[in-house]
């Protein structure tokens, strides 16, 4: 009891704790972001350690061959075609996340373009051009950095293994539609997912090569999201886009003044009412 004979409740230990702010928690997952991409970044060294008996095992066809056509499937995800009609059914069926299409597509189309141009400098050679059946853990070790594109000539990206755009495309998709959509996110992560065995699958890339497209993804993700970096240009195009949304003009101002959606409206002044009289007797 306290001196004014009120009962103190003590505050709960949750509510003494400081609780974060929007823009904190943003930060956060900012950071975490950018943890993974390192984690990520960091695995590849130690993935080349099992890059060869993974080849070899995709290579001898171990699974059904349905479940290699819904791998191919899956890596629709990150082709351009069904970027596309993932846009477009945001267009669609999801007109109110419209404003954040920008942002989608230069999460894809950047991830896959970053890998493309990484590609120009680091020449390694895919596992199915390998002969894998007499292959060691030394053929996974050839590595080699054109740094003067003197190779640049010969280029083609079917011929190189690291890093894959198809997963850097994936990875980065998956981080703007998770952030949109956080309740399905499993569902997006499984799609990403699809894609990184589709790619071992079919013998194009190693293990080592996707870890580090997963990580070229989510760092290109950070960038898009960073408010010092390209995070406030998207802000301010999707702030602009809902601007419009959440006005509207009321028809009873007589210059058309825009009022706030959830804003009260100013109280109409009403006529005082008249006064009875009373009649001389």
Known sequence: MSSLGTPHHPRPLHAMHHRPSHAEAARFKLGTLLWFAAITL???PMATLLDIPIA???ANEPLPQWFGWILKGLLYY???TGITLILVGLLVFAPASRWHIPRLAVLAAGGGAISTLTKMFILRPRPHSLPLSNANNDHAWIWSFDWTLSHIADFETSSRAFPSAYLATATALTVGLWTLYPRAKWVFSALCFGTLLQRLYCGSHFLSDLFGSA???LSWSYVCY???LM????EKLESDYKKPSSMRISNDEPDGKAIE??????PQEQAAEPVPTRRAA
């Open 215 to 217: 990580a070229i993804g």
């Open 231 to 234: 995070g406030s240009l998207f």
């Open 56 to 58: 070899k095992w995709f």
């Open 261 to 266: 959606q959830g804003e009260a409206e100013p």
């Open 226 to 228: 960073h408010p010092s």
């Open 78 to 80: 990150a082709h351009g």
């Open 42 to 44: 960091l695995l590849v």
